[in-house]
């Protein structure tokens, strides 16, 4: 018997998961690893660190399912997107710490590259913005922030990835520096209409192109293991980024659908086809996937802090121990009590963009509680879903009608009940709510000939859907106290 084995490397956790040929869940492991936050609006993880959890994981989903290596078919690699991490080739030692994708250290690297007319540039060739969510600017620190790094970099002795180059450097030890289209296209450096690295941003970013890793299609075989902790001889057959790989997870093959992610970020993508669709409100144009010669397009917006301010209460506030608790403490009371929360804590993302932007609680009264703080804090993830889709609606032309969710906080019933009725759409939740690691699985099955879109599509199950149930004056009311707190949180810092 064959599986398929899907590596989840997500911005929290590293997770694997063991699907059977079927597509069928049959073992899973997850392990967390430390955050480092060593400035404000600084945010590092040790890439040995997410090595070490990630192989554990790996090893602990074989030992639970007793399986050898060689039963594995293909691995499928799915990854937290931009964030950087730079290595010596000839070590495999990283530089420095991989910097996150919320990290906003370049926030002004880039206004400074906004206010020299290059933003426009970016945009036509990347579909992105001009922000420090992606990695060029991040490269750019390392280069210039770590002692000798440009030099060694220009002599050719350092490689550059985003977590899937990592993890497959690690898992080929060293045979293979490779990317896939989706984590390409996030990176500032990727021309997708070209479909290569750019040299005109090459030169913008000051990067020499010795550092880039070979760029593939998200589904194909491209090496095998060799590494001696997890096994040498399993094909790695599929990467995609995390929401890319969402995306297919949840079977949003067709122009229109649309899904949302509510991890440590809340992440909106709708596939666009083969079109690509430039947005003119802060959305992006990316690349949801390439399988063979065909790419497929998506249009996203992407939220900073998600989940995430359910882990500051949890931890930064301490107001309970477990994020699943944020639930029935906010079912605790019958509405916000007029407290509003913009969870800005690492800057502002779509449709705002604004780095300076910071975390604010308005409407506080001696009558609010912890349980309208988890409740506003809930609320506020939906808040800014809702202003990405209503977005996501216009620049498309097609109203969302249906939204696909998944990630760690699509359990909470509150949440998505409250999505539904402030974004008057069907909120639906799949049976299997892992859908990123799906994704790969999926893109690695294909790659593998184990199975076909068209088989898989008709796998897909829903666990519940949501309607809209508020009536629309309430609804009315809450969006204009959010937008109203959004204003007064933009351009905090200085
Ligand atoms: N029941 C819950 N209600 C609200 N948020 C939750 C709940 N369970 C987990 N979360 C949040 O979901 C996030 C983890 O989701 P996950 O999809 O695992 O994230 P990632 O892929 O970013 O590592 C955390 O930020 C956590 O606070
Ligand atoms: O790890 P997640 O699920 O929060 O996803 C992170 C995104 O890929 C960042 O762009």
């Given at each position: 018997?064959?599986?398929?084995?899907?590596?989840?490397?997500?911005?929290?956790?590293?997770?694997?998961?063991?699907?059977?040929?079927?597509?069928?869940?049959?073992?899973?492991?997850?392990?967390?690893?430390?955050?480092?936050?060593?400035?404000?609006?600084?945010?590092?993880?040790?890439?040995?660190?997410?090595?070490?959890?990630?192989?554990?994981?790996?090893?602990?989903?074989?030992?639970?399912?007793?399986?050898?290596?060689?039963?594995?078919?293909?691995?499928?690699?799915?990854?937290?997107?931009?964030?950087?991490?730079?290595?010596?080739?000839?070590?495999?030692?990283?530089?420095?710490?991989?910097?996150?994708?919320?990290?906003?250290?370049?926030?002004?690297?880039?206004?400074?590259?906004?206010?020299?007319?290059?933003?426009?540039?970016?945009?036509?060739?990347?579909?992105?913005?001009?922000?420090?969510?992606?990695?060029?600017?991040?490269?750019?620190?390392?280069?210039?922030?770590?002692?000798?790094?440009?030099?060694?970099?220009?002599?050719?002795?350092?490689?550059?990835?985003?977590?899937?180059?990592?993890?497959?450097?690690?898992?080929?030890?060293?045979?293979?520096?490779?990317?896939?289209?989706?984590?390409?296209?996030?990176?500032?450096?990727?021309?997708?209409?070209?479909?290569?690295?750019?040299?005109?941003?090459?030169?913008?970013?000051?990067?020499?192109?010795?550092?880039?890793?070979?760029?593939?299609?998200?589904?194909?075989?491209?090496?095998?293991?060799?590494?001696?902790?997890i096994g040498a001889g399993i094909p790695i057959a599929a990467i995609a980024g995390d929401q890319?790989?969402?995306?297919?997870?949840?079977?949003?093959?067709?122009?229109?659908?649309?899904?949302?992610?509510?991890?440590?970020?809340?992440?909106?993508?709708?596939?666009?086809?083969?079109?690509?669709?430039?947005?003119?409100?802060?959305?992006?144009?990316?690349?949801?996937?390439?399988?063979?010669?065909?790419?497929?397009?998506?249009?996203?917006?992407?939220?900073?802090?998600?989940?995430?301010?359910?882990?500051?209460?949890?931890?930064?506030?301490?107001?309970?121990?477990?994020?699943?608790?944020?639930?029935?403490?906010?079912?605790?009371?019958?509405?916000?009590?007029?407290?509003?929360?913009?969870?800005?804590?690492?800057?502002?993302?779509?449709?705002?963009?604004?780095?300076?932007?910071?975390?604010?609680?308005?409407?506080?009264?001696?009558?609010?509680?912890?349980?309208?703080?988890?409740?506003?804090?809930?609320?506020?993830?939906?808040?800014?879903?809702?202003?990405?889709?209503?977005?996501?609606?216009?620049?498309?032309?097609?109203?969302?009608?249906?939204?696909?969710?998944?990630?760690?906080?699509?359990?909470?019933?509150?949440?998505?009940?409250?999505?539904?009725?402030?974004?008057?759409?069907?909120?639906?939740?799949?049976?299997?709510?892992?859908?990123?690691?799906?994704?790969?699985?999926?893109?690695?099955?294909?790659?593998?000939?184990?199975?076909?879109?068209?088989?898989?599509?008709?796998?897909?199950?829903?666990?519940?859907?949501?309607?809209?149930?508020?009536?629309?004056?309430?609804v009315k009311s809450l969006k204009h106290y959010w937008l109203k707190a959004v204003q007064r949180?933009?351009?905090?810092?200085?």
């Amino acid at each position: 018997m064959s599986y398929i084995l899907a590596i989840d490397q997500g911005t929290s956790s590293s997770r694997c998961v063991l699907y059977d040929r079927q597509a069928n869940p049959v073992a899973m492991a997850q392990q967390t690893f430390t955050q480092h936050f060593p400035q404000p609006g600084w945010v590092e993880h040790d890439a040995e660190e997410i090595w070490a959890s990630q192989s554990e994981v790996f090893r602990q989903v074989l030992r639970d399912a007793q399986l050898a290596p060689a039963d594995i078919a293909g691995i499928g690699i799915t990854n937290q997107r931009e964030t950087t991490v730079i290595w010596e080739r000839s070590t495999g030692k990283p530089i420095y710490n991989a910097i996150v994708w919320q990290d906003r250290r370049t926030a002004d690297d880039c206004i400074g590259l906004k206010q020299a007319g290059a933003e426009a540039m970016v945009k036509a060739k990347t579909g992105l913005l001009l922000d420090a969510y992606f990695s060029a600017t991040k490269i750019r620190w390392l280069l210039d922030h770590v002692d000798g790094a440009r030099g060694q970099a220009e002599r050719g002795e350092l490689a550059f990835g985003t977590i899937d180059s990592w993890l497959v450097w690690k898992l080929t030890d060293g045979e293979l520096h490779i990317t896939d289209v989706s984590n390409a296209a996030r990176t500032l450096l990727f021309n997708i209409d070209t479909m290569q690295w750019d040299d005109e941003l090459l030169v913008l970013f000051g990067i020499p192109a010795s550092l880039l890793p070979a760029v593939k299609s998200s589904s194909e075989v491209y090496g095998q293991t060799r590494n001696q902790e997890i096994g040498a001889g399993i094909p790695i057959a599929a990467i995609a980024g995390d929401q890319q790989a969402g995306l297919f997870g949840q079977l949003c093959i067709n122009a229109g659908m649309a899904k949302c992610t509510y991890g440590t970020g809340s992440f909106l993508m709708m596939n666009t086809g083969l079109q690509r669709v430039a947005s003119s409100h802060g959305l992006l144009t990316t690349i949801a996937w390439q399988i063979g010669d065909q790419i497929h397009y998506a249009l996203e917006g992407g939220v900073f802090v998600g989940g995430a301010v359910i882990q500051w209460l949890r931890d930064g506030l301490q107001l309970f121990p477990n994020a699943a608790d944020s639930e029935r403490l906010a079912d605790s009371v019958d509405d916000n009590g007029g407290v509003y929360f913009v969870p800005a804590l690492t800057g502002l993302g779509a449709p705002h963009w604004d780095p300076h932007a910071r975390g604010a609680i308005f409407g506080i009264t001696r009558g609010t509680t912890s349980a309208h703080l988890a409740r506003a804090a809930l609320e506020s993830i939906c808040f800014q879903v809702d202003e990405v889709l209503q977005l996501l609606s216009v620049e498309s032309g097609s109203p969302i009608t249906q939204l696909r969710i998944d990630g760690g906080a699509a359990v909470n019933n509150r949440l998505t009940q409250f999505q539904a009725d402030i974004s008057s759409v069907e909120v639906v939740r799949p049976a299997n709510l892992e859908t990123t690691a799906l994704g790969a699985a999926y893109l690695a099955g294909i790659a593998i000939g184990l199975w076909t879109v068209d088989e898989l599509n008709r796998k897909w199950r829903t666990d519940r859907a949501f309607h809209p149930q508020m009536p629309q004056q309430d609804v009315k009311s809450l969006k204009h106290y959010w937008l109203k707190a959004v204003q007064r949180a933009k351009n905090w810092t200085e």
